[in-house]
């Protein structure tokens, strides 16, 4: 079956730039999507297809493409940042969604 | 204001079933892809099943093929997860979600609070 792969954890000072990395197969023909989740709360879209950030969403979020990997990147990391972030994406056909396991940012 | 509302969620024996229920409400329900995603205790996000606007497709993950239903009633605004033969690893907090364009690859914009399933004897 499909799969995603991202870091299980990402730790930056705050002010600094994280980059949180997820690769999988179809990554260089699917677009892939970022959620961020704080405790308690439901997911919050934070990126999508790729590189198009939602309206809401600060500028410090963004994402980029290469090849099979794609990285949600956030610059000047703010303590209200940290939380878990999952990305997903699709196999070629549709038929299955998937989602990485997701990865914990800590604000040192 | 855009809002998915799940309802029906509990404390079920395993062998068991339980229906949810999604109402949403601000937006065209009928325009919108749907999924349920799920989220077991201390663990990550787990797509389950996802119905394009008119219900006419539709697809599951392995891990509930065979037990689990997705249906909407465009009519109600409503969408739902029919659950059966419940096991223990079923047990998880389950969102309703929007897709957020057409087909599934748009990313979910729009996720309801989540209802909890416990599957426990």
């Known amino acids: 079956s499909y799969e995603l792969t991202q870091p299980p954890s990402v730790s930056v000072s705050p002010g600094q730039t994280a980059r949180i990395p997820c690769s999988g197969d179809a990554l260089s023909r699917q677009y892939a999507h970022w959620y961020q989740q704080k405790p308690g709360q439901a997911p919050v879209l934070v990126m999508y297809?790729?590189?198009e950030r939602p309206s809401g969403i600060p500028e410090r979020f963004s994402g980029s493409s290469s090849g099979t990997t794609v990285t949600l990147t956030i610059s000047g990391v703010q303590a209200e940042d940290e939380a878990d972030y999952y990305c997903q994406s699709t196999d070629s056909s549709h038929a299955s969604v998937v989602f990485g396991g997701g990865t914990r940012l800590t604000v040192l | 204001q855009v809002q998915l509302v799940e309802s029906g969620g509990g404390l079920v024996k395993p062998g068991g079933s339980l229906r949810l229920s999604c109402t949403a409400s601000g937006f065209t329900f009928s325009d919108y892809y749907m999924s349920w995603i799920r989220q077991a205790p201390g663990k990550g996000l787990e797509w389950v099943s996802y119905i394009s606007s008119g219900g006419v497709t539709i697809y599951y993950a392995d891990s509930v093929k065979g037990r689990f239903i997705i249906s909407r009633d465009n009519a109600k605004n409503s969408l739902y997860l029919q659950m059966n033969s419940l096991r223990g690893e079923d047990t998880a907090v389950y969102y309703c979600a929007r897709e957020g364009g057409e087909g599934v690859g748009h990313g979910v914009d729009v996720w309801g609070q989540g209802t909890t399933v416990t599957v426990s004897s």
């Open positions: 297809k790729d590189t």
